[in-house]
C-alpha cells in the first residue's frame, strides 16, 4: 500500500515539477485514521530551492485538482503533507496486492547458514530447557528458507570428554540389560548420577576414568562399540521427542567427531580432513595459542579483547569443548562455506563464544561478523510442582505429557459427551501447540516461565484463540463453498466502495507481513512472528464483528470481504508453518 502511495506521489511531483526523485518510506501517523500517509516536503527543498512548507501547499493544491482519484484529502501541517487514501484506491491497490505472489520473498539469496542448534548431550534425556532452542531455531530455520537460504542445520551433541569416560565406567560396573531396554537415555543418565556420586566418596575412580578414555582414544573394539550404542540410544530418543514439538534436525554431528577421525560417521556428513591436535598445531604456528610449561596449550587474549585466558589442550593431550568447536567452525567454513554461523544456546555459555569466535577470526578462518551466538535465557514453571534438585531435571517429555493432561481437562469441561479418540487426538494438538506457541510468542532475551494457564487460555494472545479464529474463518468459506480470486471482483460494479476503519486497519496488516519477517530474520526473533499472527487475528475479529461478510448485499463487497477472510488465512498459515505449529481445521 504504503509503496503504491510512494510511487503515485512520485508521479505527482514528476507531474508538478519536472523532477525525478527517490522518495523516502512515507511515515504512518500513530492516530487511529491509520490510512494516513504522512510525507515531509524537506526532501525537495533543495532541489526545487523552494520552502517546504510552500512545496507541501503546492502538492496540496495540485492533488486535490488532479488526483482525487487517489486520495479522499490532503491537507498541509507546516512542511508536511498529509494525505488520505480513497478508498476506492486503496480496494483497487488491495486488488493488485492480492494478485500478486504476496507470500513469497522476492529477492531471495541463495548463500549457506549453519544453524547450530539442539544443545543436548547424549547422556541427558531432553528437559525443559529443550522447549527453547530447538524450538526457536527449527523456526529460524525455516524462516532462513524462506529467504532462500540454504540452510545446515547442525547440532554439536556432546559425546566427548571426562563425562563420557565415566559412562562407560558407570556402564560396565551398573547396567542393567532391562532398564535399558525399557528407557536407554534414562538408564545412561542414572548411571551418570551413579558414578558421579561414587566419584565424589572413592578417588580412585579417577584413574578408571583416565584409563577407559586412553583406552577409547586407542580404539578399543568393545569401547567403541559402546560409544556407538550410546550415542544411537540418545539419538533415536531424541528424534522421538523432538517429533513432538515439530522439530527435525538435519545433521547430528558429535564433539568427539572432531578428535577422533576413525570413529564411525553415523549420518551423511563430509569428512574430516583434521583433528583438534591439528587445530591446536595451527594456533600455536600462528603465535595465537602457546604450549605453557606443563605441555598444556592455553590462549591469552589482548587487553582490548577484554576476555580471560582460556586452555585448548590439557597437559595429558586431551581437548575440551572450546577445542571442539573451533574444529567445529573451520570444518563448517571449508565443507559450506556459510554466509552466517548461527548458535543457539543459552546465555551461560556467552563467554565460551566470544573465546571461540575471537581465536576463529583471528586465525583468520572466518571473519567474526558471521559469527552470531544468538541465546537464549532460562525456562522456569509457574507452579513448583516439578522443581529441579540436584540431579533432577524436569523432562521434555513430562512437560509435554503434562501439557496434554491440561489440555484433556479443559476440554472436557467444554464437551463432557466427547468421543475417547477425539479427546485423545485433540489435547495433543491443544496442548503441544499451545505451550510451543505460549513459549515462541516470548522474546529469547528474558527468562520465561511456564504458566499453564496463560497458555492455554482462549482470550488472550495464545494458541487457542488464534486456532480459534482459523477455524471460524474456515466456516465462512465453507460457505461460500469456492475459493475467490481478485479477478472475481468487479469494482465498477460495487454499489459503495467506502471501508470500514475495522476493514482497513485489518486489511492493512497484510502489508506489513514482509517487513515483519525482515525484522524477525535480522535479528533471529521468532516471536515476531506469533505477534504479528496474533494482532492479524485481533483484527481480523474486529473486523468481523463490525461488518457483515456472508450476509452483505452488494455482491462484489461481499466478495472482497471474502477474499479478505482468504487471505487472513493465507498469512496465518504461512506464519505458523514457519513457527512449525499445525493449524487443524476443526477444534
Ligand atoms: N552439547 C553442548 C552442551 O550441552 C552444547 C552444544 C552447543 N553447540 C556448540 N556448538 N557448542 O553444552
Given amino acids: 500500500m504504503k509503496q503504491q502511495i510512494q510511487n ?39 532541489e526545487l530551492r523552494k520552502w517546504p512548507p510552500q512545496i507541501a501547499s503546492e502538492i496540496a493544491a495540485y492533488i486535490k485538482d488532479n488526483a482525487t482519484e487517489e486520495f479522499e484529502s490532503v491537507s498541509v501541517a507546516g512542511p508536511y503533507l498529509n494525505l488520505k487514501v480513497n478508498t476506492k484506491f486503496f480496494i483497487e491497490s488491495f486488488l493488485e496486492f492480492a494478485s500478486s505472489d504476496y507470500l513469497e520473498i522476492s529477492e531471495k539469496k541463495s548463500w549457506n547458514v549453519v544453524v547450530d542448534y539442539i544443545w543436548a548431550n547424549v547422556w541427558k534425556p531432553l528437559h525443559i530447557g529443550h522447549m527453547c532452542t530447538p524450538n526457536i531455531w527449527s523456526v529460524i530455520i525455516n524462516l532462513n528458507r524462506k529467504f532462500g537460504y540454504n540452510v545446515i542445520g547442525d547440532s554439536h551433541i556432546g559425546d566427548w570428554g571426562i ?166 567452525i573451520k570444518y563448517r567454513q571449508d565443507n559450506w562455506n556459510p554466509e552466517k554461523i548461527i548458535y543457539s544456546v543459552d546465555v551461560r555459555q556467552q563467554l565460551h563464544f566470544q573465546q571461540c569466535f575471537w581465536i576463529a577470526s583471528q586465525a583468520g578462518w572466518i571473519e567474526s561478523e558471521k559469527l552470531t551466538h544468538a541465546y537464549s535465557w532460562f525456562i522456569s514453571l509457574k507452579d513448583g510442582a516439578m522443581s529441579t534438585r540436584k540431579w533432577k531435571i524436569i523432562k521434555l517429555d513430562k512437560l509435554l505429557d503434562e501439557a496434554e493432561e491440561k489440555a484433556k481437562n479443559i476440554i472436557l469441561e467444554k464437551r463432557d459427551d466427547i468421543q475417547w479418540d477425539e479427546l485423545a487426538h485433540l489435547s495433543t494438538i491443544i496442548g503441544i501447540w499451545a505451550i510451543k506457541y505460549g513459549y515462541l510468542k516470548k522474546t529469547r532475551e528474558s527468562d520465561v516461565i511456564f504458566d499453564w494457564d496463560e497458555f492455554m487460555t482462549f482470550e488472550w494472545n495464545s494458541w487457542p484463540y488464534i486456532q480459534y479464529a482459523y477455524v471460524r474463518s474456515g466456516r465462512i468459506l465453507d460457505k461460500i463453498g469456492k475459493l475467490l480470486s481478485p479477478q472475481d471482483i468487479d469494482i465498477s460494479q460495487m454499489q459503495d466502495t467506502s471501508l470500514t476503519i475495522e476493514e482497513l486497519e485489518f486489511v492493512k496488516l497484510f502489508w506489513e507481513y514482509h517487513d515483519m519477517l525482515s525484522e524477525a530474520l535480522e535479528k533471529n526473533a521468532p516471536h515476531l512472528i506469533a505477534w504479528y499472527a496474533y494482532n492479524l487475528t485481533k483484527k481480523f475479529s474486529s473486523f468481523y464483528n463490525a461488518v457483515s461478510v456472508i450476509n452483505e448485499e452488494d455482491t462484489e463487497k461481499r466478495n472482497l470481504r471474502v477474499l479478505f477472510v482468504q487471505m487472513f488465512r493465507w498469512y496465518i498459515k504461512d506464519s505458523f508453518d514457519l513457527l512449525g505449529i499445525d493449524l487443524p481445521d476443526k477444534m
Fill in 163 to 328: 563425562i563420557f569416560w565415566k559412562l562407560i565406567v558407570a556402564y560396565q560396573k551398573y547396567w542393567d540389560p532391562k532398564k535399558l531396554e525399557d528407557n536407554a537415555v534414562e538408564h545412561l543418565f542414572e548411571l551418570y548420577v551413579q558414578i558421579s556420586s561414587d566419584a565424589e566418596q572413592d578417588d580412585s575412580l579417577e584413574d578408571d576414568f583416565r584409563k577407559t578414555f586412553k583406552e577409547l582414544s586407542d580404539g578399543k573394539t568393545d569401547l567403541v562399540e559402546l560409544w556407538k550404542s550410546f550415542t544411537g540410544y540418545s539419538i533415536a530418543s531424541m528424534n522421538t521427542q523432538l517429533s513432538r514439538i515439530n522439530v527435525k534436525p538435519d545433521y547430528n554431528i558429535w564433539e568427539s567427531f572432531y578428535e577422533w577421525i576413525w570413529l564411525p560417521k553415523l549420518e551423511d556428513y563430509p569428512d574430516l580432513k583434521w583433528n583438534m591436535h591439528s587445530i591446536v598445531d595451527e594456533l600455536i604456528e600462528k603465535w595465537i595459542a602457546t604450549k605453557n610449561e606443563d605441555n598444556s596449550v592455553g590462549v591469552v587474549f589482548p587487553d582490548e579483547a577484554k576476555l580471560p585466558s582460556c586452555i585448548l589442550q590439557k597437559r595429558n593431550g586431551t581437548h575440551g569443548y572450546l577445542a571442539s568447536d573451533l574444529a567445529c
Fill in 8 to 46: 503515485r506521489l512520485q508521479k505527482i511531483i514528476k507531474n508538478l515539477y519536472n523532477i525525478e526523485i527517490e522518495l523516502p518510506t512515507l511515515d504512518t501517523p500513530p492516530k487511529k485514521d491509520m490510512w494516513d500517509f504522512a510525507f515531509g516536503c524537506f526532501i525537495l527543498a533543495k
